[in-house]
């Protein structure tokens, strides 16, 4: 079975700081893996995905992400935080079965909060 | 209206009501899903729905029914639920091909059951 662990619920950078939002995973077959964001009141947005071209994956609003095999992890980052980056971040892996990825499992989500 | 959208935005039910939650997509995708997001709990997949017919049901009580009419539409009947199925429920859809399918999410329904 996949699951997905995201360490830290909360995390708090300043204005300009970078931001690193962990994600590590577990799966038995080599995966694809997303990170979604989720602003309030709004439904989730895909922010990146990894599907096995390049480890280092670029995401929309700056973000990118490094598929680490060894680590089993796939952490988020951003060199200098914005105010609007605020909001929840969601990882989340599936399998790649013949529809590819029907069956998304999520990590519990990471409160990601910009101080001026 | 683009993209995904869910009506109504909020509902408070008794635990003896029936409602419906509905889901419209207009993407020209071919898949559609229901999610739970309780909090401090990951993302629940409930059902999905490819071609309109369902292909998963992740163990969801029978009190929630899903209805899927055309690849457009998406409903949840809820009837007789519980204060612990308060939570926020999110409607998705993709096109459905092998590979690396999108999701795209809706802004949900916050379900209060009193």
């Known amino acids: 079975a996949q699951s997905v662990t995201q360490l830290g619920s909360h995390v708090s950078v300043s204005e300009g700081a970078l931001v690193l939002l962990r994600c590590n995973y577990s799966?038995?077959?080599?995966?694809?893996l997303f990170w979604y964001v989720q602003y309030p009141n709004q439904g989730l947005q895909l922010l990146l995905k990894?599907?096995?071209?390049?480890?280092l994956v670029k995401g929309i609003n700056g973000f990118e992400a490094e598929f680490k095999k060894s680590e089993t992890s796939f952490h988020l980052t951003k060199p200098s935080a914005h105010m609007r980056d605020a909001a929840e971040y969601f990882c989340a892996v599936s399998d790649r079965g013949v529809f590819g990825n029907e069956k998304l499992t999520f990590g519990t989500g990471t409160r990601l909060t910009i101080i001026p | 209206e683009t993209g995904v959208t869910q009506t109504p935005r909020h509902l408070v039910m008794g635990m003896t009501n029936k409602k419906s939650l509905k889901c419209e997509q207009h993407?020209?995708?071919?898949?559609m899903y229901w999610y739970k997001q309780s909090a401090k709990k990951p993302l629940e997949l409930m059902f999905v729905y490819s071609l309109e017919e369902r292909v998963e049901n992740n163990s969801v009580p029978s009190r929630f029914s899903p209805e899927c009419p055309n690849s457009s539409h998406l409903f949840l009947h809820l009837h007789t639920l519980q204060p612990e199925d308060s939570a926020l429920y999110l409607c998705?859809?993709?096109?459905?091909?092998?590979?690396?399918?999108?999701?795209?999410f809706g802004p949900g329904t916050r379900l209060t059951v009193l």
């Open positions: 990894y599907t096995s071209a390049a480890t």
């Open positions: 993407l020209g995708h071919n898949a």
């Open positions: 799966s038995s077959v080599p995966p694809y």
């Open positions: 998705a859809s993709s096109l459905r091909l092998a590979g690396v399918n999108e999701q795209f």
